[in-house]
Nanobody
Framework: QIQLVESGGGLVQPGGSLRLSCAASGRTDNLYYMGWFRQAPGKEREFVAGISPSLLSILYGDSVKGRFTISRDNAKSSVYLQMNSLKPEDTAVYFC??????????????????WGQGTQVTVSS
């Protein structure tokens, strides 16, 4: 089993920046793609970003392209999300996610195997 724990959420003004971190523990040798989803009040969960173990494949949701940057440190079994130029519509609970090794990579954008508990990001003046 794999556990994912997020940190770094909080309140930020529009146009500001925030960096989320996620640390995996447990059977981290089973980690494949890692990434982030978010869910705003009254809305469905939305894919934000994903990254392969090789760091060569990086995916972003359309609403965050050009503003958010995902990165990964395999030695620390961690994934990060640098969020710049934040907008009020970025307000949501952000979830760290991961796909289990040997599973289809595209699951990172739709049905990851593992989810963190979520961290709140609020963009407001």
């Amino acid at each position: 089993q794999i556990q994912l724990v997020e940190s770094g959420g909080g309140l930020v003004q529009p146009g500001g920046s925030l960096r989320l971190s996620c640390a995996a523990s447990g059977r981290t040798d089973n980690l494949y793609y890692m990434g982030w989803f978010r869910q705003a009040p009254g809305k469905e969960r939305e894919f934000v970003a994903g990254i392969s173990p090789s760091l060569l494949s990086i995916l972003y949701g359309d609403s965050v392209k050009g503003r958010f940057t995902i990165s990964r440190d395999n030695a620390k079994s961690s994934v990060y999300l640098q969020m710049n130029s934040l907008k009020p519509e970025d307000t949501a609970v952000y979830f760290c996610v991961a796909v289990r090794r040997f599973r289809p990579s595209q699951l990172i954008t739709s049905e990851p195997d593992y989810w963190g508990q979520g961290t709140q990001v609020t963009v407001s003046s």
